[in-house]
């Protein structure tokens, strides 16, 4: 079993800048595969990061890319989303998750995540 507690969401004006943070519990951290998924108000959940248990590869949605930067330090069992030149429409709660895995890879879909955190709130005003 694992605990996902996200935190560093708030509010930022647009151009700004955010740094969310997961962090798990339990010992076992580099054997699971982290995921950053978003959700807007009546909008599905959508994936905006992943990256594979030992932080060597990484996957970024379009609406992302060249803006976010996902990482990880498994020696404190936390995972980063380093968010800049944020935009309006990256409003949204946003959810870590984990699923474990003896592979290196990244996985992109939301069913494939076992454990989620609650949530935390970004709001990027115009």
């Known amino acids: 079993q694992v605990q996902l507690v996200e935190s560093g969401g708030g509010l930022v004006q647009a151009g700004g800048s955010l740094r969310l943070s997961c962090t798990a519990s339990?010992?076992?951290?580099?054997?699971?595969?982290m995921g950053w998924f978003r959700q807007a108000p009546g909008s599905e959940r959508e994936l905006v990061a992943t990256?594979?248990?030992?932080?060597?590869?990484?996957y970024y949605a379009d609406s992302v890319k060249g803006r976010f930067a996902i990482s990880r330090d498994n020696a404190k069992n936390t995972v980063y989303l380093q968010m800049n030149s944020l935009k309006p429409e990256d409003t949204a709660v946003y959810y870590c998750?984990?699923?474990?895995?003896?592979?290196?890879?990244?996985?992109?879909?939301?069913?494939?995540?076992?454990?989620w955190g609650q949530g935390t709130q970004v709001a990027v005003s115009s």
């Open positions: 998750a984990a699923v474990y895995t003896y592979s290196r890879s990244l996985y992109q879909r939301s069913d494939d995540y076992v454990y």
């Open positions: 339990g010992r076992t951290f580099s054997s699971y595969s």
């Open positions: 990256i594979n248990n030992s932080g060597g590869n990484t």
